[in-house]
């Protein structure tokens, strides 16, 4: 399935609250008071005195007089340098003495992006007060009072803001309303379905009920819903929800017809190129690549779709074309990690290793920063160890969450050149700090049976099988390593046996069950395992078990074949050179 954004609410200010703000927006002089009736909709006057009481302390109003001008300015100069939380105190302050709506407007915006809804009710009710025929400000005492739980309030002000701008998009009302309990979603939803039939021309309240069914899972109504809202009046915002719901249903026939419709309907629209192109490239259509390139080529400033190109044309071997869209996004917020990431692993393939090495070292946060230094322990490990353990140190110290991977990579190196004290000590170091980590136990348990250290590699694979006595790959280790020693034969093929459970179809462990049963003298079985796992897996290891089992069953000749074909496999074969020695095999 395509990585999706979680559903959620708009997490921008709507337009109303966007903090393109200004001093020239405020009025010169103090506004009139005049005597007003309580708008529709509104909480009695009252109401609203006693909540913006109980939310700030009750200051005098003012007329703009110097001083207020000045505080103005530095609420202002707040604003500019987005200290938010100082520009939101500043404007509260100000909206408590002053009578001017933009302020309010102000005061209610910036404690939206700060996450103070209690004072962004308080001072969008002032706002109402003071602006009565704005939809901007029922908007925004709607936005408050569902975000706090009022939802009396909340549905009063979306009446006045449906009264005011029948089309009005109030889906925006939810963007406070993610904190909601269940319990309270259930009220909200009973809400707008009851303004739905109030106002059933507009299309926004069954959008709002979609989006909210959609995130508590409720995706058969929530289908039902987007739906409707559609019929009414269309959007790409609408489509690309029904889009979503049909991927969490694993209706992928389905999602890509209501896809594709909206390809044709909203050619130029970026969001739905951006989901297309996610769709083509994670479900693997027969032509994704045309697709990719088609949508690269309307939108070649779109990070994402430039990375989905990216990673097909990657995937396919087409490097040139990789390359060339990588170092495009190696300049954006995004993608830049991952951009390096594959422009080393081009490098790299390509025998360019110091240009590989720079694209390594200029990865900064993992994920990548794993994987690129993982790259880089093979262009590294041979004559510049050093480094590369300073290297990791260092990254141990910037991460220390990611120090046992950054263990098992420094280990993995050592190994690489056959120091395995240095690695078992590496693993060590690890497991110093992390002594239940299981990847640095299995890991040093595979140097140990290198150092014929066999107590220490099964103190950490029972050690890891305690806290998951279904790691198929310790309880394959574990009883491979006993039959290989042969000992504990019945408990090493009860293990192996598990793990073949677990792992059906993994060779490894068909290599260990065929082993195990030759240790225990069941040859016919042990022959069948062992070309069970040379079928899928054809490796030097398991071509030498092969040789010896049908070695010890007279079959001279083809145990002589597949002893060739393991040195073919591997010259320096440790395992065929130990079945020769023990058996005296001549080739």
Not at 133 to 145: G, K, V
Not at 339 to 350: E, M, Q, S, T, V
Not at 477 to 495: I, S
């Amino acid at each position: 399935m395509p990585m999706m954004i979680p559903f959620q609410w708009l997490k921008t200010p709507v337009s109303v609250l966007v903090l393109s703000l200004s001093l020239a927006g405020c009025s010169a002089m103090p506004q009139e008071q005049a005597e007003q009736s309580d708008p529709v909709g509104a909480e009695p006057s009252g109401a609203v005195d006693e909540s913006r009481a109980a939310a700030e302390p009750e200051f005098e109003r003012e007329p703009l007089t110097g001083q207020i001008m000045y505080q103005l300015l530095l609420a202002e100069i707040a604003t500019n340098r987005q200290e938010y939380g100082t520009a939101a105190e500043l404007y509260s302050r100000l909206d408590q003495t002053t009578e001017d709506a933009e302020i309010a407007r102000r005061a209610a915006a910036l404690n939206q992006v700060v996450g103070n809804y209690e004072r962004m009710l308080s001072h969008a009710e002032h706002w109402t007060s003071l602006s009565p025929e704005s939809t901007e400000a029922w908007q925004a005492l709607a936005i408050a009072s569902l975000a706090e739980g009022r939802f009396e309030s909340g549905e009063a002000a979306l009446n006045r803001w449906l009264t005011l701008d029948p089309q009005a998009d109030v889906e925006a009302a939810l963007i406070g309303s993610e904190g909601l309990d269940e319990t309270e979603q259930g009220r909200l939803l009973t809400m707008l379905n009851r303004l739905a039939e109030q106002h059933p021309q507009n299309s926004g309240l069954p959008f709002a009920s979609a989006q909210l069914l959609a995130s508590r899972q409720q995706y058969d109504e929530a289908l039902t819903k987007v739906r409707e809202a559609r019929a009414l009046r269309d959007s790409p915002r609408r489509g690309l929800l029904e889009y979503r719901i049909l991927l969490q249903q694993d209706d992928l026939g389905e999602a890509r017809t209501a896809l594709e419709d909206l390809a044709a309907k909203y050619p130029q629209n970026s969001q739905v190129a951006t989901a297309y192109a996610g769709f083509a490239y994670a479900e693997g259509d027969e032509d994704k690549t045309a697709v990719l390139e088609s949508l690269f080529n309307r939108f070649p400033n779109e990070p994402v779709i430039v990375r989905a190109f990216a990673r097909e044309s990657f995937d396919n071997g087409d490097f040139d074309t990789a390359e060339a869209l990588f170092k495009r996004l190696t300049s954006t917020t995004d993608y830049a990690d991952e951009a390096h990431y594959f422009l080393g692993r081009i490098n790299k393939d390509n025998a360019r290793e110091e240009q590989a090495a720079e694209q390594f070292l200029s990865i900064e946060e993992p994920p990548f920063l794993i994987s690129g230094l993982a790259e880089l322990s093979e262009l590294w490990r041979d004559e510049r160890m050093d480094d590369l353990t300073a290297l990791l140190e260092r990254t141990r110290g910037r991460f220390p969450e990611q120090a046992p991977v950054l263990w098992r990579i420094e280990a993995d190196a050592y190994r690489n050149r056959e120091e395995y004290e240095q690695a078992f000590d590496a693993l060590q170091e690890g497991l110093n700090t992390f002594p239940d980590n299981p990847d640095l136990l299995y890991d040093q348990a595979m140097v140990a049976g290198r150092l014929k250290r066999y107590q220490v590699l099964e103190d950490n694979l029972t050690r890891a099988l305690e806290m998951d006595p279904d790691d198929a790959s310790s309880l394959n280790a574990l009883g491979y390593t006993w039959a290989d020693l042969d000992r504990n034969l019945q408990q090493a093929r009860e293990y192996i046996d598990r793990a073949l459970d677990i792992r059906p179809d993994d060779p490894a462990i068909m290599d260990s069950k065929g082993w195990v049963e030759y240790r225990l003298g069941n040859l016919e079985t042990a022959e069948e395992w062992l070309r069970k796992a040379l079928a899928e897996f054809d490796n030097d290891e398991v071509a030498a078990h092969l040789a010896e089992v049908l070695w010890q069953q007279g079959e001279r000749e083809e145990a002589r074949k597949w002893l060739r074909h393991a040195f073919d496999l591997n010259p320096q074969s440790p395992t065929a050179t130990s079945v020769q020695d023990r058996l005296g095999i001549e080739l």
